[in-house]
Structure formats: C-alpha cells, structure tokens
C-alpha cells in the first residue's frame, strides 16, 4: 500500500484565494483526520470522518474552512478566502477501527501539505 | 482541561548516547497513550501505544514506560544514531470518547550529533 496520499505537497497563494487540500486515505480504512501543524500551536485536530460522515468538526478554526468526503477514497480540506495565517503544514490521516475500540486505532500520517499565504 | 505536557522541549546529544522524554498528562479518564516520531518534513509515525494495564513497551531501541497513578509516561532511547534525530509527540486519548479526541503534547525535538 502507498499509504496516506496528500496533494499538493506545496501550495503557495495570496490571500483571499480559494485553496483546496487533497487526501487519498489508505485503502480500508473508515476513519480519515485532518490536522494543522504549526510552530505556535503544534498538531490540532481540524474534523474527522467515519465512514465518510464527519463526526466532530468542533477544531475547525471557522467558517473558512470546510472539509468533506465524498466517498472512501478521497476527502479534501478548503479554505475561502485563506489568509497569512492559514499558513502551517495540513496533515491527512487514516486509520481502521477494532470493533468496539475505536481510541486503540493506530492513525498513520500522510506526508503533509505545506500552505503558505502570502 | 485535558493537556499533555512534554519534556525538555529539546534536546541534543551525541550519537551512541541513551536518553530519556518525558509526558505527564491529565486526560481522564485515560485510555491510551502513544508516542509519534516525526521526521523533518514528514508526518508523524506511531512508535508505541500503551493502554492502562501496561506498563512497559519496547520497539527496538525505543522503550516507552507508563505510570498511570502518576500520569507520566517516558521515552527512553538507547544507543542513539543520528537518524533518531526528530521530533517525539506524546499523544494521549481518553476513554469512552469518539475516535478523534486524543490530545497532543507539543513535542520534544532531539537532535544527536556526531
């Protein structure tokens, strides 16, 4: 398996453009995350999805950020209109859940997108 | 408020040497609680988890420790190499929660030279 497939690895805009961040989550699994990392605030949870259905967006900075899945295989993150301080590394992750233990799953990381708003 | 609190906030030591990373959190009620290693550039990758009943795990020259009356967890490192060099997240999940509610330390960045 290729693992977790994040597109653009890099992304630079200016503010006020539309920007749209790609997942491809590992084959099998039902529970997809986005995070953003950034030197002030480390790795925040942003939404996940089970089985495609987001279950808690309560880490979405705000109304500028909208995620979606429309199927297994595919999520994307966007952000309108970005701003300077959108800038951090977004990470797509996925993970399979153990019946019944949904908070043992092992989450893997996909390589990141770096987004810089100028 | 659950936090997780990781230290030193970085760390450099030379290649061969052994140390320790320390996690003390207050996420309750606990249910696990994992170590990432992040390469420069990467996303993070799961070292270890360790769920309330052990204690102790190892993964290779990595060895993660939990005291769960003290809610502190360690890291050691033996023999370090310079490909050791990273950052190390502690991440700890609360039982009886959704999937997604695990709280992250901020990291301990270590650094080992030749």
């Known amino acids: 398996d290729a693992g977790v497939i994040q597109s653009p690895r890099h992304e630079v805009t200016e503010m006020g453009q539309e920007v749209t961040l790609r997942c491809k989550p590992i084959?099998?699994?039902?529970?997809l995350f986005w995070y953003r990392q950034t030197m002030m605030r480390g790795l925040e949870l942003l939404i996940y999805?089970?089985?495609?259905?987001?279950?808690?967006d309560s880490g979405m900075p705000e109304d500028r950020f909208s995620a979606k899945m429309p199927n297994a295989s595919f999520s994307t993150l966007k952000i309108q209109p970005s701003e300077p301080r959108d800038s951090a590394v977004y990470f797509c992750?996925?993970?399979?859940?153990?019946?019944?233990?949904?908070?043992?799953?092992?989450?893997?990381f996909g390589p990141g997108t770096r987004l810089t708003v100028l | 408020k659950n936090q997780v609190e990781q230290s030193p906030q970085s760390l450099i030591i030379l290649e061969g040497k052994n140390c320790t990373l320390q996690c003390n959190y207050t996420v309750s009620p606990f249910s696990n609680l994992r170590w990432y290693k992040q390469d420069t550039g990467r996303g993070p990758v799961s070292l270890t988890i360790?769920?309330?009943?052990?204690n102790t795990k190892s993964n290779g020259r990595y060895t993660a420790t939990l005291d769960a009356d003290t809610k502190q967890s360690s890291l050691h490192i033996t023999a370090s190499q310079l490909s050791d060099s990273a950052s190390y997240i502690c991440v700890v999940s609360a039982r009886n929660t959704n999937a997604g509610k695990s709280t992250f330390g901020d990291g301990t960045t270590l650094t080992v030279k030749p």
């Open positions: 084959s099998g699994h039902d529970y």
């Open positions: 992750a996925s993970s399979l859940s153990r019946t019944g233990h949904p908070q043992y799953n092992e989450q893997f």
């Open positions: 360790m769920t309330f009943s052990e």
């Open positions: 999805f089970n089985n495609n259905v987001p279950i808690d």
